[in-house]
């Protein structure tokens, strides 16, 4: 019986063949936490009365969801991963390098390895052909002292994509579309395998977004195979030599198959206050926005920026809608400001923020007002989710967000 790709990754982890549903231990090659889950795998980790990490090179702690921190009490728990960082040697991602998955898929993971962090969207770096997943805490805490971890293996989805998108359709509407029609627990547990030709011309950027969403469908991770596109990411960001390609056997087994006509998928939006609440942007144009935030870990990557500039360039953002953009690093940021784009959003009265989560997290930057509407490229619309519960968040792609903000109202052209 053949292998999926995730079958494979983790047999060689755990040194011997393994299938769906078996439960391992794992060896693990990167760890990561940020400053939200941080210093309670910090606490737990110290229970464990170790003097030191496993691989403190690979354990990386990331200060991006309060960054710059906007209150005391967020500052101290900063202070405890800054002190833990010189402690015990692990790598510090600093307030304004960006957030933890845009920088761990720049800087510090490669095909064939497998990833656990203490944040559900861990699994972006699946894009790279890694096994990447979230984990509690206390999980985490284990892994940075044992270099190993336990998980049942995943069954896996394979989601076969062909065809070509229509106009201004991005990776994000095929995202949006595939959880409205499986639904937020439609995958709980799975791997999502995506393939098809249109997942072979995708860019990197366009991958990264849906591994990054795979979670939101309830899967433990989302994967793709390395190819040509990987090796030349990684050797721009001065990793060529890890480049490996991991297949699938032609002969995997996997619980289920849905294929999807790239031609068919509309801009599509995700409604308050679920993610498979899903609808065609066209049909929603008598909805007014306050606010349009572009940026975060599933569409802050240079190509996002770019798309929003071009429908910006020569335009201002319409009087009635607040719009904020955060480049999700500090590379991309630099990038931006190279092309010009930063100041295309400020000619067009938008407002740009530090690299990090800013707003899509809650906790500062772009809290909603009672009955304030968002239109946010970020991946989750949960009730609260921005830092008020009478707030309302809708999902869409950088090309709606950009139409949106000028027109006022939650618009494709």
């Known amino acids: 019986m053949g292998l999926t790709l995730a079958e494979k990754i983790i047999s060689e982890h755990a ?47 990331f200060i991006d969801h309060a960054s710059p921190s906007p209150r005391k009490e967020l500052s101290n728990t900063h202070m405890v991963l800054r002190d833990f ?31 656990i962090g203490a944040d559900s969207h861990t699994c972006t770096s699946g894009a ?27 069954a896996t989805f394979k989601i076969i994509v062909n065809g070509k998108f229509r106009e201004g359709i991005c ?68 990793r060529g030599d890890k480049f490996r390609q991991i297949l699938p056997d032609s002969d995997a087994v996997y619980e289920r198959i849905i294929e999807i006509n790239a031609e068919d998928v509309p801009h599509t939006v995700s409604c308050p206050h679920t993610v498979d609440n899903t609808r065609p942007a066209a049909e929603l144009s008598d909805i007014k926005v306050n606010q349009v935030y572009v940026g975060t870990c599933t569409n802050g990557r240079i190509e996002d920026l770019r798309i929003v500039a071009k429908i910006l360039k020569g335009n201002k953002v319409h009087k009635d809608v607040r719009m904020l953009i955060c480049p999700a690093s500090k590379d991309v940021y630099k990038q931006a400001l190279k092309e010009g784009l930063i100041d295309i959003f400020v000619d067009s009265n938008a407002s740009v923020l530090p690299p990090g989560c800013g707003p899509c997290v809650g906790v500062h930057a772009g809290i909603l007002g009672d009955g304030e509407v968002c239109l946010a490229t970020q ?13 309302f968040i809708y999902l869409a792609s950088p090309y709606v967000a950009a139409y949106t903000a000028l027109r006022g109202y939650i618009a494709a052209k």
């Not at 011997?16 to 941080?38: N, P, R, Y």
Request: aromatic share 6%; net charge neutral; hydrophobic share 40%.
């Open 15 to 61: 040194g011997k063949t393994v299938h769906a549903g078996e439960l391992v231990i794992s060896k693990v090659d990167v760890t990561a936490v940020q400053d939200g889950t941080g210093p309670l795998t910090v606490q737990e980790f110290k229970k464990l009365g170790k003097d030191r990490l496993n691989n403190p090179e690979r354990t990386i702690l």
């Open 85 to 115: 960082h010189k402690e015990y040697g692990a790598v510090l991602s600093d307030v304004g390098a960006g957030v933890c998955h845009q920088r761990l898929v720049e800087t510090f993971v490669n095909p064939g390895e497998i990833l």
């Open 128 to 154: 790279l052909g890694a096994f990447a997943t979230g984990m509690g805490s206390t999980d985490i805490a284990v892994g940075m002292a044992l270099g190993k971890t336990w998980l049942k293996v995943p």
């Open 171 to 238: 990776s994000k509407d095929l995202m949006l579309h595939l959880i409205g029609m499986i639904g937020a627990d439609g995958a709980t547990y799975k791997a999502l395998e995506f393939t098809g030709e249109t997942i072979d011309n995708m860019t990197m950027s366009e991958r990264f977004t849906l591994a990054n969403m795979a979670v939101e469908a309830g899967a433990k991770c989302g994967l793709f195979v390395a190819d040509d596109k990987t090796k030349a990411f990684l050797e721009e960001r001065g």
């Open 379 to 391: 991946n989750r619309n949960f009730q609260g989710r921005m830092g008020n519960t009478k707030g």
